[in-house]
Each structure stands twice: as C-alpha cells, then as structure tokens.
C-alpha cells in the first residue's frame, strides 16, 4: 500500500513538472519567440502558451519603453575644451525576432554604441554650441542610434544630454566673459539713455526759446525743489545766457571808456589862463 502511495507521489510530481515545463505565460507586454530545435517556429503572443518540453525554448521579449542611462564621457569638444557629458536614452524593442536572433544582448550593445555615439557627436561641436544647442545634439545622436539599432529591431525614441561638467578654470573664464558681456550691454544702454536725453533737452531748449516765460516757470519750478528741503539757501534765478552776455557788454563799455584821454576840468583852464608868463595875459595902460 504505501509503495503504490509512494509511486502516486512520484508520478504526479513528474506531471506537475512537466506541466509547469509545458506551460508558459507571456505577459502583455511582452512577445515570446519560440525556438524548436534551435530553429524559429515563430512568436507568441500574450497568454497561456504551450510548448513541448525539452524540445521547444520560448524566449520573452519586453515591448516596454526602457530608460537607459548614458554614463559620464570625458570629451574633447572642437575647441580643444575637456568636459564630461552624461546623457540618458530611451529605447523599445519593435521586432522580437531580431532582437534575439541578431544580437546577444540588446541592452549591452546599445549602451556601448551609445557612450560612442556620445563622444563622436559633442567632439564635433565646440563648447558654446554643446552648451547652448543641446537639441541639436541630442537629435544628431538619436538618429546615429536609430540607423545603427534599427538591424537589431530595435528603436531608439529620445536622447537627452542629461549633465554638462566643465573645468573651473573655464568656469572662471565663462563667468569673466558673462561679467564683460554684461558691463558692455549696460554701457550700451547709458550710451543710448544719454543720447535721448540730449535729444529731449534739445528739444526743450527750442522750447524755451520759442516762449521765454516757460524759463521763468522752470526757475520757479526749481525754486518750488529747493524750498522742499527746509534750509537757508537764497536763489536769484536768472537766465545764464543772458546774464553772461550782459556781463560781457559791460565789461566792454568799461573798457573802451578807459582807453579815451581824460577831458580837462573848467576850473583847470581858467587857473591856466591866469598864470604868469601866459603870452595870453593882458598888461595894465597908461592914459
């Protein structure tokens, strides 16, 4: 009796392990690739698959999006600069079949060609473009990756440069560059302020002299400013031009004034005419 339980044992332990063996789940994201004695017999889909054991070998292959990253590269850039780029791609598999039978390991292959692919497209780039065009790299290497992964039925859907190191010193130098980029645009922008200002005096000026009280109301104006602080200055406003031009006209009077010889006083002449020894004098006469 207990070698006929014994027997029952074995024999369905024999049939859960063939069962097991026989019987095969492909998720739904997922596509199995049936192998029969080592040739293809085709895919399976998602679901109970069945196979013959130790005859067929059913490989699954994960339809899913997969997020690889692109470890850090030392590069030399166009410009003879050193940096280290790290990037991240995103890759799927779109035919089962060639991802097993052209290639042994999909995953491997791709994050070799990637770091490649990495270092050939920054190293044909100086150091403002890779830092300041990034999409335009990022698109060079996902079309090199496409080409080279699409024999293996894979397709590669997005590259991004994920991290950028630079050298102090070329920091430094980035950070003297942006300080002098800086000091010329707010140069500029004095420059501009000055000239409109030039301009807007001008024109206040023309103004003024097209009506003359509009300066005695900007002096009051200025009065009004000045008075606005509370101290003891006293202010005659008075127009420049032409206080300095009448300053000028009296200095020129006062000039040509002393240059003239001095006129005789009449007191002067009449003392001279009485003097003795004038030949003008007049002598006493004898009757």
């Known amino acids: ?21 026989t019987l095969k789940i492909v998720k739904q994201y997922e596509q199995g690739v049936l192998f029969r004695l080592g040739r293809l017999a085709g895919t399976r889909g ?45 890759f799927r598999v779109v035919d089962a079949v060639k991802s097993v039978i052209a290639i042994e390991n999909v995953h491997a292959a791709i ?34 990756l496409d080409v080279a992964t699409a024999e293996w039925g894979v397709e590669v859907t997005l590259v991004e440069l994920k991290d950028i190191q630079l050298p102090d010193s070329m920091k430094r130098a980035m950070a003297r560059q942006a300080e002098a980029e800086r000091e010329k645009r707010a140069k500029i922008i004095n420059a501009e302020g000055e000239s409109l200002a030039a301009a807007a005096l001008g024109d206040a000026s023309d103004t003024m002299m097209a009506h003359p009280l509009a300066l005695q109301l900007r002096n009051l104006q200025s009065l009004v400013e000045i008075g606005v602080d509370k101290n003891t200055t006293v202010v005659f406003p008075a127009p420049l031009m032409s206080t300095i031009g009448e300053l000028g006209a009296f200095l020129s009077r006062e000039a040509a004034a002393a240059a003239l010889p001095p006129t ?10 009485r003097a003795p020894g004038n030949g003008s004098s007049s002598l006493p006469q004898n009757n």
Do not use: C, W
Request: avoid cysteine.
């Open 46 to 90: 998602p679901g109970l698959r069945t196979i013959i054991p130790f005859v067929d070998v059913l490989h699954r292959v994960s339809l899913r999006i997969v997020t690889m990253p692109i470890q850090s590269q030392g590069i030399i850039t166009r410009d003879n600069v050193s940096v280290d780029v790290s990037a991240v791609a995103y």
């Open 111 to 144: 994050n070799q060609i990637a770091q490649t692919t990495l270092r050939k497209v920054v190293g044909q780039h100086t150091l403002d473009e890779t830092l300041s065009e990034t999409d335009r790299i990022n698109l060079g290497i996902r079309e090199i």
């Open 264 to 273: 005789p006083h009449p007191v002067d002449l009449a003392k001279t005419a």
């Open 1 to 21: 009796m207990s070698l006929v339980i014994s027997l029952g044992v074995v024999i369905a332990l024999l049939l859960l392990l063939g069962l097991a063996l």
